[in-house]
């Protein structure tokens, strides 16, 4: 037997020295065991060194694992997006061919999927009516043309009328418009030369007048030289008669000579007094004639000036409608969902009778994000775009940008489920990606709008959050 088994024998009491100091207690020693196979200090093993039962590292993992997931789950973040399903659309959305007033078709030149250019003649309805109308209108227009022409000629009191050159244009072109000219050329001078008939009366009354005028002035100076002879002679009867010579009668007769002869002097002078004041009036009478024929002229010009801006106005509305039986293209693309197909068929007013889906222009992806979504997407956010329409194993993933939010939601007309609009602009650069795939308006896409970061725990401990809160409302 070893040490370890055989300790030393206690000494007899007489052999005994001094009391020894007692030691301090050792601690208890680490139990140890033989090792199987035999003596030797090799043999000794630790109790630590043994096998552990399973349950133990089992809760040992278990308890390991939980304490890395909730770490990771606590911690890591995750992106977090919103996902929406889309259409690719042209940025201008595509153009609606619409007919104001509608017709009767007589020709249709386009059918679905032909290319056009801007101004391109698509169909045309029947025009017989509408050309009618602005022939009308514009027969009406010219003929107050040539009316304020001439009423602006007696106007300034020109001896002929001053046609506008456009109006003689037309007029040399077309018949009618010229008989309308020469009508009022014809009333021009029917107007001018009984004008001039009243003004030549009044002339002619003013000449008598003044030849009348003169005779009386003559008769005046005869008179006066009467009464001066005879003045002269009864200077010298008055002395004859003094003397005794020459009797008083005859000087009394000689003397009533020379009062009446004063008094048609008298009547004389009244005379052209009178013939004064009818040149004065026949005068006043031609200023008066004159100024009447221009009010007239003035009034006219006025009613016929304001005829012509309604006339213009509704010329122009007419020549509209005239021109637009001709239903045009209004810019580059592609006809689209023609829905005129009968020639002779009726077009309602408004009606869209096809589209146009412009080529030029760019394609934009339409997203149609839920409302409880839309208060995490905001325009210049990064955006995944993604086409279903593609092999999604040969096409990566293109890298978008919002570009708008509506700003109220709309509502599906055939589901009536809300949604808020969001346009993604994809660059020149990312759709390099596609490859030889070409983008089309009216594919569908899915997109994925970046809208932060959130930890897995979050995503477990806000909703009950927010249940929480809202149960603790008091109602």
Known sequence: MNAVNNPSPVPPKDQLGPAPVPALEAPPSV??????????????????????????????????????????????????????????????????????????????????????????????????????????????????????????????????????????SVAWKQSAIQGILDGQVRQFDERRRSLDNQVSILQARIEQYHQEIEGLKVQKKSGDRQV????????????????????????????????????????????????EKGIGEAELQIIQTRQRFKEEAVSQLRDIQQQLADLRERGTVATNILERTEIKASQDGVVQNLKVHTVAGVVRPGETLMEIVPEKDRLVIDAEVSPVDIDSVHAGQEAEVRFSSFQSRSIPTITGTVLTVSADRLIDERMGIPYYTVRVEVPETELVKLGDNRLQAGMPAEVLIQTGERTVLDYFIRPLRDSMTRAMVEK
Not at 90 to 118: F, P, T
Not at 146 to 158: F, I, N, P
Not at 234 to 244: D, I, P, W
């Open 31 to 168: 139990p140890v065991v033989a090792a199987p196979g035999g003596g030797g200090s090799g043999g000794v093993v630790d109790a630590f060194e043994t096998p552990m039962q399973p349950a133990r590292i089992g809760w040992i993992v278990v308890g390991l694992f939980f304490g890395v997931l909730g770490t990771w789950s606590a911690v890591a973040p995750l992106a977090s997006a919103v996902v929406a399903p889309g259409t690719v659309v042209v940025e201008s959305n595509r153009k609606a061919i619409q007919h104001l007033e509608g017709g009767i078709v007589s020709e249709i030149l386009v059918r679905d999927g032909d290319v056009v250019q801007g101004g391109d003649v698509l169909l045309r309805l029947e025009q017989t009516q509408a050309k009618a109308n602005a022939d009308m209108l514009m027969n009406q227009y010219y003929n107050h043309r040539a009316v304020e022409a001439r009423l602006q000629a007696e106007l300034e009191g020109y001896e002929q009328i001053e046609f506008p050159a456009d109006l003689l």
């Open 228 to 275: 001066a002879i005879y003045k002269d002679e009864l200077v010298g009867l008055r002395e004859l008669y003094e003397k005794g010579w020459y009797p008083r009668t005859r000087i009394l007769s000689m003397e009533r000579e020379v009062a009446r002869l004063q008094g048609d002097i008298g009547a004389q002078v009244a005379s052209v007094a009178r013939a």
